[in-house]
């Protein structure tokens, strides 16, 4: 008898029980129609803290400034996005066609030592930068001490 090492992470999966079925799953759901709806689209985001700030980098190529609709509620930043785009040719002639439908809402708890009043935010190259103050108290004081 010949025993033969089952490893479920196995990366070749042509040595499972059925070898087969593995493709016909992966196909389908490596197909670009079920992977492009079910991933979610929401923007990467940097969070970095300087000396007198926090910021915020989100990546949203392709958007105007216009399209983005920041909101502050209860210590809550939230950042959102609503944009429909629709081809609007008057040719008829085309097979396939799919409007494009963008929209994600990403929310941020602001801490406690974040000065809600000066929020700042510009759109450039195709990243939302958030400047968030800190209040007087929070930020970082460095001194220099002496040795004796």
């Known amino acids: 008898m010949t025993l033969v090492k089952f490893n479920p992470n ?37 969070i970095s803290e300087s000396k007198d ?7 949203a190529p392709g958007l105007k400034k216009e399209d983005f609709k ?3 509620e209860r210590d809550v930043l939230s950042v959102s996005v ?12 085309f097979n396939k066609r799919e409007f494009s439908y963008n929209s994600f809402v ?3 708890k602001l801490p406690e030592s974040a000065e809600e009043n000066g929020i700042e ?4 190259n195709g990243v ?6 800190k209040r007087e108290e929070a930020k970082v004081q460095s001194r220099q001490i002496e040795i004796k």
């Open 82 to 93: 609503e944009q429909s785009l629709q081809n609007d040719s008057q040719e008829r002639n």
């Open 10 to 46: 196995n990366s070749n999966k042509k040595n499972g029980l059925m070898p087969g079925i593995n493709d016909v799953f992966d196909s389908i759901f490596n197909d670009t129609f079920f992977s492009d709806r079910m991933m979610s689209r929401v923007p990467a985001t940097n």
């Open 121 to 124: 935010a510009s759109y450039e």
């Open 70 to 72: 920041l909101s502050l």
């Open 128 to 133: 939302l930068a958030i400047n968030i103050p």
């Open 53 to 59: 700030h926090y910021h915020l980098e989100l990546a």
């Open 106 to 108: 990403r929310s941020f």
